[in-house]
């Protein structure tokens, strides 16, 4: 009996690059189940509908959802919409680790490709993405905010607007817990992103070989070279190393102070 292709999880912290990977999936032809996992299943756009049908009110252990704001999701809830995805599909998201969740996704035949990025660059991305997005649930604070009080409002988080937003460590903490896992595959965004965004043809076509053992479907490296990068509604730049030609000094002395040690473990030194 022929087994299953796997589903295939594509996770990250916002901004990290799930966006790219999602387009070299869609390239390859594998199908987008359209569903998420994230804490903002239950945030946003709809927020009293979205609580009503999703959030666990009284179930015994919820799943905890969220990078920035964590909610008690249906366990039962997330299951359905899961098993919705066709064999072979692939989801995105930005969820935290969790026992429960990895049980879920395995229970379920995924696997998980996680994207991680240099965290100086997903914070400064971070910071544009939330304040240009009318329907972020933090874009009425993070709009009136120049770029370096967005900066330093994302790495202490608190109380934004009513939610208890997590610090960006804690957040780094989060997604640094996936790694590691069994079913994990770790993708670096500068891997992936090829010489349009500041990277090499030799590691994007590394990366895409992974890709293709993960998921059993072959990545054209020649069609991901032409058609890969800047194709995401969500793109602003996607170029390495944007925080350090953005951010001013202090800025920027300040970022490098909480994320070193973060940087360091990912490999992300500067040369």
């Known amino acids: ?45 709809h927020y009293l509908v979205r609580q009503v049908l999703r959030r666990s ?8 959802l969220g990078l920035e704001v964590q909610m008690p999701v249906r366990r039962a809830w997330l299951d359905r919409r899961l098993a919705r995805v066709p064999a072979g599909g692939y989801v995105t998201g ?15 035949g ?19 993405y939330v304040a240009g997005t009318r ?19 994302t ?17 780094l903490e989060r997604i640094d817990r996936w ?10 965004f500068e891997d992936a992103v090829g010489p349009a965004g500041g990277g090499s043809l030799e590691r994007q076509r590394t990366v895409l070989e992974t890709l293709s053992k993960l998921t059993g479907r072959s990545f054209d490296p020649d069609l991901m070279e032409a058609k890969l990068y800047g194709q995401s509604h969500t ?13 001013d000094p202090e800025t920027l002395s300040l970022v490098d102070a909480e994320l070193g040690p973060i940087r360091q473990k990912w490999g992300y030194t500067d040369e």
């Open 57 to 64: 009110f009284f179930g015994r252990a919820p799943l905890m």
């Open 94 to 108: 930005h969820a935290n680790w969790s026992m429960g969740l990895e049980n879920l996704l395995t229970a379920q």
């Open 1 to 45: 009996m022929t087994q299953a292709p796997a589903r295939i999880f594509v996770n990250s912290l916002p901004k990290s690059g799930t966006n790219l990977v999602s387009r070299a999936f869609d390239l390859a032809g594998i199908p987008y189940g359209k569903v998420g996992i994230a804490g903002t299943l239950l945030l946003g756009n």
């Open 179 to 188: 790694i590691g896992r069994p079913w994990v595959e770790v993708i670096r």
């Open 135 to 153: 329907n972020h649930f933090l874009n009425a604070t993070y709009s009136r905010l120049d770029l370096a009080a967005r900066t330093r409002l």
């Open 110 to 128: 995924y696997r998980t490709a996680l994207v991680i990025r240099d965290p100086r660059d997903v914070l400064l991305s971070h910071g544009h």
């Open 235 to 247: 793109f602003r730049k996607g170029r390495i190393g944007s925080a350090a030609e953005e951010l």
């Open 155 to 171: 790495l202490d988080g608190g109380p934004i607007d009513g939610l208890d937003v997590a610090p960006f460590t804690t957040m």
